[in-house]
């Protein structure tokens, strides 16, 4: 008889846009001249960078001629995107990596899902809250999260609240943890972490053996020289960290799907009986390689393409001009005496509700009021209540409307 897996069963069903959308769609069938614009999509809208689409359509001339044809690539990339990924995103900040603990994948949502099987499936683990909801998700489905209580915590997750009380920036636990998942620049709160409390969460992690998952999905639109691009930059993280990074909204790849994993090679973790300490690196290695075939050939061809120099301009022109949305946004809802966070360094903008009200009641405000889609910050976790995100991956004329519209019902 095959009995499933019951640790599914715990999962609820992800209602947050399912939600959005429900209510979005009853306010058009009541006012069905309305023009509703959303600054809520967590997802790209500007065209892939020319020189990316030049190189995606020489790959795929050479996938049509029998002498550049490519079958199955090796399972952790080509080795020509892993070198130059280690030349162009790490070298440069002087993180000497080999391209042996680089492992191409096919965006960063998979392997931050899938990357918590190298660890005990009994290990403890701590998250920041408001949080990206695939790093507790994953763990609910391997077991490790524990059970749910009626706030929705897991019993087996700790909890790291950011809070506008203490900057946005969580407090290394009072107690020990093996696993710590952490994104900078933060989805959902566009706040980032400085090298100095960035260097608290390393130094906590060597001194309890505990490995950090760092999410660096949004390093590109870091704008300030201080802010760490990588966990890399910090010492002794290459001895306790696993760093997650994808070209979905460096480059607009959300369709065309590439990203990265480094798994160094000096990070090793215990065995039960603590008699011997084992690489990750080997063992990732041999989890891709039963696991996974490669991405395409065409998304690595693209991915390479983001570091030529005409992509890496073009890259920063688009990163640019949601940076520009970001800092009309920032302005403007600041000017109508909202409190605004984030958007400095990240596409992201996470405002405070006025008077205390619920995220899910000003979302609505927002919807009847204005005409405009944002996301209720409770979705992401209990400390998201009372906020809103807002995104700056609409398109110029959009996002200008949207925030006239805000404006005058503010
Ligand atoms: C969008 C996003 C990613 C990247 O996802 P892909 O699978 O690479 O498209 C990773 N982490 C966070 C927090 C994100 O918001």
Request: aromatic share 12%.
């Amino acid at each position: 008889m095959a009995l499933i897996n019951e640790h599914y069963l715990k999962l609820g069903a992800n209602y947050l846009f399912a939600d959005i959308a429900k209510r979005v769609n009853v306010y058009k069938a009541t006012h069905t001249d309305a023009r509703v614009i959303s600054l809520g999509i967590g997802d790209v809208t500007q065209p892939l960078a020319p020189a990316v689409v030049e190189a995606m359509h020489r790959a795929v001339d050479d996938l049509g001629s029998s002498e550049r044809f490519h079958g199955y690539g090796p399972e952790q990339g080509y080795l020509w995107l892993r070198e130059a990924i280690v030349r162009n995103d790490f070298l440069p900040r002087g993180i000497h990596l080999d391209a042996s603990e680089v492992f191409v994948n096919d965006g960063a949502k998979s392997d931050t899902g899938n990357i918590g099987e190298l660890i005990r499936w009994d290990n403890s683990m701590a998250v920041t809250d408001p949080i990206y909801p695939v790093y507790v998700d994953s763990n609910v489905m391997n077991g490790r999260a524990g059970t749910c209580n009626e706030q929705g915590e897991w019993s087996n997750v700790v909890y790291l609240p950011c809070t506008e009380a203490n900057g946005f920036v969580p407090q290394v636990p009072d107690r020990r943890v093996d696993m710590i998942y952490l994104c900078y620049p933060n989805n959902p709160t566009g706040t980032t972490i400085s090298k100095d409390e960035l260097r608290k969460w390393v130094n906590y992690a060597l001194r309890n053996d505990a490995i950090i998952f760092y999410d660096a999905a949004y390093q590109a639109y870091i704008q300030d020289d201080d802010v760490p691009h990588s966990i890399y930059e910090i010492r002794g993280a290459r001895k306790c960290a696993i760093e997650l990074r994808s070209y979905s909204k460096t480059a607009g790849f959300t369709g065309v799907r590439c990203g990265y994993t480094v798994v160094p090679k000096e990070l090793t973790a215990s065995t039960m009986d603590g008699s011997r300490r084992v690489a990750l690196n080997p063992m990732w290695n041999r989890r891709q390689c039963t696991k996974f075939n490669g991405t395409s050939y065409v998304s690595q061809r693209a991915a390479e393409a983001t570091y030529s120099p005409d992509g890496r301009k073009q890259v920063a022109e688009s990163i640019g001009y949601y940076m520009e949305n970001a800092r009309m946004m920032r302005q403007t809802l600041a000017d109508a005496g909202l409190r605004v966070y984030g958007g400095e360094n990240a596409p992201y903008l996470w405002v405070r509700t006025p008077d205390g009200k619920g995220s899910w009641q000003f979302f609505e405000e927002l919807l009847y009021g204005a005409q405009v889609v944002c996301t209720p910050g409770v979705g992401f976790g209990p400390s998201g209540e009372g906020f809103v995100r807002f995104t700056a991956f609409g398109n110029r004329a959009d996002c200008e409307e949207a925030l006239d519209r805000i404006r005058k019902y503010i």
